[in-house]
């Protein structure tokens, strides 16, 4: 056994010294250089604050590694994940570098910029405001909008604390009484304001009642 594992040791050598040379070369040739924009992803936050503005949207991160290993990237192999963990309200800047990327093997980091975001953070809140419909256009010749009732009248939104009480109420999508001669009776979606996450009930009941002169 042992005559066999030593005999031709020097080809063996040989043919191990080629394969390691064959592996640096495939691995490094080629080497090129690329830009990518990344969205950070926030996580951790606190249930009772909301995340409503960051500035930059997005990051330029610059990429070394072989040709066809930056040309197979496909988007979301490249992520930049922030924890906003024991957060405070108000404008905060999180600094991050090379390190907080994460890349797919063989690929490196050469650079990022921005090294630092600014995020907004409010206080998460509750408001019931009540809801508008909004009426387009006019009834026919000889007949008015005698009134206009909302069913339920008001709503539950859910939000940043200073957009809600920005607020003064809630709008509905469109309704269309153009050329009307009679009592329009619909269901209609409610308009979700920005920043706003939810609104319940997401419709009402619209009724426009339509008189003759």
């Not at 909301?50 to 500035?55: H, N």
């Not at 909004?134 to 008015?144: C, E, H, M, Y």
């Not at 957009?163 to 009484?177: A, K, N, Y």
């Amino acid at each position: 056994m042992r005559r066999k594992i030593f005999s031709n040791i020097w080809l063996k050598g040989a043919a191990l010294l080629m394969a390691v040379f064959l592996w640096f070369f495939v691995q490094f040739r080629g080497q090129n250089e690329m830009s990518v924009l990344v969205e950070p992803q926030f996580s951790k936050l606190p249930p009772s604050l909301i995340l409503t503005e960051k500035r930059p949207d997005t990051v330029e991160v610059t990429l070394r590694g072989n040709s066809i290993v930056l040309g197979r990237l496909k988007p979301g192999d490249v992520t930049i994940p922030l924890k906003l963990k024991d957060m405070q309200t108000g404008r905060i800047f999180i600094p991050f570098g090379r390190g907080d990327v994460r890349v797919p093997p063989h690929v490196s980091v050469v650079s990022v910029s921005p090294s630092r975001i600014r995020v907004y953070i409010e206080r998460k809140a509750t408001a019931v405001l009540p809801v508008k419909p909004d009426i387009k256009g006019r009834p026919a010749p000889g007949f008015f909008i005698y009134q206009v009732r909302t069913t339920p009248d008001q709503a539950e939104a859910e939000g940043p604390q200073e957009t809600l009480d920005r607020l003064g109420h809630l709008e509905t999508g469109p309704v269309d009484i153009s050329g009307a001669n009679d009592t329009l009776d619909e269901d209609v979606d409610i308009k979700i304001p920005d920043k706003i996450d939810s609104v319940i009930p997401a419709r009402v009941r619209v009724k426009v009642i339509i008189r003759r002169k």
